[in-house]
């Protein structure tokens, strides 16, 4: 059971800065990455089909034998909520151990929680943050330009354009005064020195990749599910849309180059999967 992998799935490619952060964690696990790249973005998109594409990726993900599917997806974790009862192997989001690191990070408990329109829609984080803590002020901010600026390479912390529309969706949060920033997408720490430059040092900026692939690490060791072999895992990847498309982009996600199998899997052959 322990060397099978574990299932990462996420709207594009935007979760591959989960896989990132599992590989520095569990560098001995085997991991295949579903990125729906044909269908993606899923963060504009009504409630129904983020919950039937999110359905239909983790039964990818199942077909291909994994030990524990992470939604890498803010949306999906947001609004697929009922991945977490239906599923035979384990499943986590990213909403709860990001909520969690959050509270945790706190000083003043003002807390800032960014995402796209469906995940600030669904108030997921703020719903968990208030459940571990009541007495916590919590302010929310959709960012759907964030996404395609992330994109189309606009990522540099210098960058006026980048600037421009960090300043539009963040100063609110910022005359608040909270001491803490979830960046609830996953394209979000890609731009994460963009958004630290302009609220400030003192901010602590929760990376929702981290704090769930440690959240995994947990679960796998509390059902006795780690990889305890001795040498390092692979990684497969499986595309909605063109392998090509895929490489020349994975590597500012993944923080380096592709080197591991990539795959081409039609929506037709998702959706009979
Ligand atoms: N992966 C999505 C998220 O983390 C961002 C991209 C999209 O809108 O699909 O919310």
């Given amino acids: 059971m322990s060397e099978q992998a574990i299932g990462v799935f996420d709207s594009g490619l935007g ?11 569990l560098p001995q696990e085997n991991i295949i990455y579903f990125g729906d790249t044909a269908r993606v973005p899923y963060g504009t998109r009504s409630d ?16 291909k034998g994994v030990k524990l599917i992470i939604a890498a997806c803010g949306t999906v974790s947001s609004v697929a909520t009922e991945l977490y009862d239906s599923l035979p192997v384990p499943f986590t989001g990213v909403v709860v151990p990001t909520a969690t ?19 600030v829609n669904s108030c997921s984080y703020k719903t968990e943050i208030l459940r571990q803590d009541s007495r916590i002020q919590v302010f ?12 189309n390479g606009f990522i540099a912390a210098d960058d006026a354009i980048v600037q421009l529309v960090v300043e539009r969706y963040l ?27 302009y609220l400030g040092r003192n ?31 692979s990684c497969t990847y499986y595309v909605s849309d063109t ?24 929506i037709d052959q998702l959706t009979r999967s």
Avoid: W
């Fill in 140 to 151: 929310q901010q959709a960012c759907p330009l964030f996404v395609p600026l992330v994109e």
């Fill in 203 to 233: 901010v602590v900026l929760i990376d929702s990749g981290k704090e769930t692939a440690l959240y995994a690490a947990n679960i796998l060791s509390s059902q006795s599910l780690l990889n305890t072999s001795h040498t390092l895992g």
């Fill in 171 to 197: 100063a609110e949060m910022k005359s608040e005064g909270i001491d803490t920033l979830i960046l609830g997408c996953t394209h979000f720490p890609i731009i994460a020195q963009a958004i630290s430059d």
């Fill in 243 to 266: 392998v090509e498309g895929f490489r020349k982009t994975a590597d500012v996600f993944l923080g380096r180059s592709v080197e591991d199998t990539a795959i081409h899997i039609s």
């Fill in 101 to 119: 690191a959050a509270v945790r990070a706190t000083r003043n408990g003002k807390i800032g929680i960014i995402g796209t329109p469906a995940t």
């Fill in 48 to 63: 129904s089909t983020i919950k039937m594409y999110a359905r239909q990726d983790a039964r990818f993900l199942l077909s």
């Fill in 15 to 25: 979760g591959l800065t989960a896989v990132k952060e599992l590989i520095k964690v």
